[in-house]
């Protein structure tokens, strides 16, 4: 199949993975800023006839959302057949409902933004909150790659003794899943609010953790708070050091030192966001999907104006 991979510039460490772990060439996709900080953006490649995969990890998603935009746009005026979007981390699936007056709801506002430049979506772990699946907020085919598999197996390797443990009650089910794969134990902190200022969280069953070596998981680190007060929490019920392993290392401004600082004996994360913490990749699990979406590309028409598919009002 005649298919090709381009990446921004923060995501070449992936795209390399990928690469060779899908079989598909990766072309040249250049970046650069002017003076005025408009961006130009240039592919060194022949796309006509070919179907494209554009990769972004989207850390940074008012800049990287514009360029992607600009190169599917380009990529389709230079003939390519298809355009998709790698997205590992995808940004803006917090905000789903108005919480204030007058706040714009990104998430769907967002997919529809993206549906505007691709024919199908494919990314990792997605921070969903009231919305149960992608196929809510997305028209185009959108795929989930769910990282268990690859933490279970770093769990088997590394640390077959660990207790994992979920931040939260929104962690519940996906730790629950690590936990099976990797065949360890796991429980889910509890959080007592006694007062405005005053929030208790605790281990179910602090005896479990004996003889095994605490491991907190979780899907995104932002501002670091949450897995701070988890570790200090779980220091106050004498539990050891515990690792600390993150999907999405979004690690916002001293949010990695903050989690360090609190006494985790080792920050790792997935390597969907390029950083000093990436022990895991999620390549080997990215590359079949990308495969069928590739597949599924080739054995359909291109999208009848011009890769524009038809909007949820239009539809």
């Known amino acids: 199949m005649n298919t090709l991979l381009l990446a921004l510039p923060d995501a070449h460490a992936l795209a390399d993975a990928l690469s060779r772990e899908a079989g598909v060439p990766i072309g040249t996709l250049g970046w650069r800023h002017f003076p005025d900080g408009e961006s130009l953006v240039t592919i060194d490649e022949n796309v006509q006839g070919k179907h494209?995969?554009?990769?972004?990890?989207?850390?940074?998603?008012?800049?990287?959302?514009?360029?992607?935009?600009?190169?599917a746009a380009t990529a389709r005026e230079l003939g390519a057949r298809s355009v998709g979007l790698i997205a590992p981390?995808?940004?803006?699936?917090?905000?789903?409902?108005?919480?204030?007056?007058?706040?714009?709801?990104?998430?769907?506002?967002?997919?529809?933004?993206?549906?505007?430049?691709?024919?199908?979506?494919?990314?990792?772990?997605?921070?969903?909150?009231?919305?149960?699946?992608?196929?809510?907020?997305?028209?185009?085919?959108?795929?989930?790659?769910?990282?268990?598999?690859?933490?279970?197996?770093?769990?088997?390797?590394?640390?077959?003794?660990?207790?994992?443990?979920?931040?939260?009650?929104?962690?519940?089910?996906?730790?629950?899943?690590?936990?099976?794969?990797?065949?360890?134990?796991?429980?889910?902190?509890?959080?007592?609010?006694?007062?405005?200022?005053?929030?208790?969280?605790?281990?179910?069953d602090p005896s479990r953790a004996s003889g095994r070596r605490p491991v907190i998981v979780d899907d995104i680190a932002a501002s670091g708070e949450t897995l701070a007060e988890a570790i200090r929490q779980l220091a106050a019920q004498g539990l050891a050091a515990p690792i600390v392993i993150v999907i999405h290392a979004v690690f916002a401004s001293d949010a990695l030192q903050r989690i360090e600082r609190a006494g985790a004996e080792r920050v790792l994360s997935c390597d969907t966001i390029p950083h000093p913490s990436n022990a895991i990749t999620i390549a080997p699990l990215l590359a079949p999907a990308l495969r069928d979406l590739f597949a599924g590309q080739h054995a359909t028409t291109d999208h009848p104006v011009a890769g524009k598919p038809a909007s949820r009002s239009q539809a």
């Open 52 to 71: 494209i995969a554009l990769l972004s990890s989207l850390r940074e998603p008012d800049a990287q959302a514009l360029a992607l935009r600009f190169a």
């Open 89 to 204: 981390y995808l940004a803006y699936m917090r905000q789903d409902r108005r919480f204030h007056p007058g706040e714009a709801i990104s998430a769907p506002l967002f997919a529809r933004f993206l549906e505007e430049s691709f024919d199908w979506l494919l990314t990792v772990d997605p921070h969903l909150h009231r919305n149960p699946s992608l196929d809510v907020l997305f028209d185009i085919p959108a795929v989930n790659v769910p990282a268990a598999p690859a933490i279970a197996d770093w769990l088997s390797r590394e640390c077959p003794d660990a207790l994992l443990i979920g931040p939260d009650s929104e962690s519940a089910q996906w730790v629950a899943e690590i936990a099976e794969r990797a065949g360890v134990p796991h429980q889910v902190l509890n959080k007592r609010r006694l007062g405005d200022r005053d929030v208790r969280i605790s281990l179910p």
